[in-house]
């Protein structure tokens, strides 16, 4: 069964240091992985996404996430915060061969500290 | 942009009245999704479309019907609307249209009073 953790349900950092956005996940397949951003009152914007490819995906906004097997994570990472990044972030995992199986994250809240 | 439209996006309704949600989509993706997102829950699969008069309950069914009579529409319906239905309501779609991306809806804030 599929399931997707995220470590930390807030995590606040100053403005120009770097973003640690932690998540684990198990599939019994190959996943798709996602990583998704929404502002309050916004819907849900892609951030990137990884279905095989190359391990260390490159996103919009300066983020990006890397695809480790061996640990079955899927962390997302910005090196310097900006005030813009502050909103709740979602780990998303589906199996490539059965769309009806999309797991959400709980959700990380980032606040950035001018 | 996904092409995928939801409407109302606001509506304030009365408890007992039916209300129905649309998702309309141009991209001719096979897969649609109703979420409901909620404080302290995340987002919760209602239930879930993978064709034409294809659906299927997802975790929160219970007091929400659904049809999709043709590809590119997917109505969400609360039969009987209560209080505990105030939520947001996001649609999703995905399939291999879009290289298996799920794209979302802006979202469809609805308070039942």
């Known amino acids: 069964a599929q399931s997707v953790t995220q470590l930390d349900s807030h995590v606040s950092v100053s403005e120009g240091t770097p973003v640690l956005l932690r998540c684990n996940y198990s599939s019994s397949y190959s996943p798709s992985l996602f990583w998704y951003v929404q502002h309050p009152n916004k819907g849900l914007q892609l951030l990137l996404k990884y279905t095989s490819a190359a391990t260390l995906v490159k996103g919009i906004n300066g983020f990006e996430a890397e695809f480790k097997k061996s640990e079955t994570s899927f962390h997302l990472t910005k090196p310097s915060a900006h005030m813009s990044d502050a909103a709740e972030y979602f780990c998303?995992?589906?199996?490539?061969?059965?769309?009806?199986?999309?797991?959400f994250g709980p959700g990380t809240s980032l606040s950035v500290i001018p | 942009d996904a092409g995928i439209t939801q409407s109302p996006r606001h509506k304030v309704t009365e408890t007992g009245t039916p209300v129905t949600l649309r998702c309309h989509q141009t991209e001719n993706h096979r897969y649609m999704y109703w979420y409901r997102q909620d404080p302290g829950h995340g987002l919760r699969l209602i239930h879930y479309?993978?064709?034409?008069?294809?659906?299927d309950k997802g975790e929160v069914s219970d007091g929400y019907s659904v049809s999709r009579s043709k590809t590119e529409d997917f109505l969400l319906t609360l039969e009987s609307a209560t209080s505990s239905q105030t939520s947001v309501y996001f649609c999703a779609i995905t399939g291999t249209v879009s290289g298996n991306t799920i794209y979302f809806g802006e979202g469809s804030w609805l308070t039942v009073v």
């Open positions: 998303v995992v589906s199996e490539t061969t059965s769309y009806d199986k999309v797991i």
């Open positions: 479309s993978y064709g034409v008069k294809d659906t």
